[in-house]
């Protein structure tokens, strides 16, 4: 069982950056892949980020959308996934989830199994 929570969330300007960070209790937490989903409203919940350890290291996938302005990262040895975002635009405002799944298709919402609460994104000037 994981248990997971986000921060950082808040209302920022167009240009402006946020750090997002997950907060994850219960063990084995460098075997889940880690992700980042958004959704707005009336919108599904799309894919973000995603980050995974493997025996070479750390893996990350973004989505188009994001690459570039945006970074996800974890430290192993506090179980908690970050996920710094830059240059951000009025369209990046949505609630923000961190999940984290077993293994699957790392941009598909359906390969994860914890969910965090959510936490709100708004880019607005």
């Known amino acids: 069982q994981v248990s997971l929570v986000e921060s950082g969330g808040g209302l920022v300007q167009p240009g402006d950056s946020l750090r997002l960070s997950c907060a994850a209790s219960?063990?084995?937490?460098?075997?889940?892949?880690m992700g980042w989903f958004r959704q707005a409203p009336g919108e599904e919940r799309d894919f973000v980020a995603a980050?995974?350890?493997?025996?070479?290291?750390?893996?990350?996938y973004y989505s188009d959308d994001v690459k570039g302005r945006f970074t996800i990262s974890r430290d192993n040895a506090k179980n908690t996934v970050y996920l710094q975002m830059n240059s951000l635009k009025p369209e990046d405002t949505a609630v923000y989830y961190c999940?984290?799944?077993?293994?699957?298709?790392?941009?598909?919402?359906?390969?994860?199994?914890?969910w965090g609460q959510g936490t709100q994104v708004t880019v607005s000037s």
């Open positions: 980050t995974a350890t493997s025996w070479s290291g750390l893996s990350t």
């Open positions: 219960g063990s084995r937490f460098s075997t889940y892949v």
């Open positions: 999940a984290a799944s077993r293994g699957g298709t790392y941009y598909n919402p359906q390969s994860y199994d914890y």
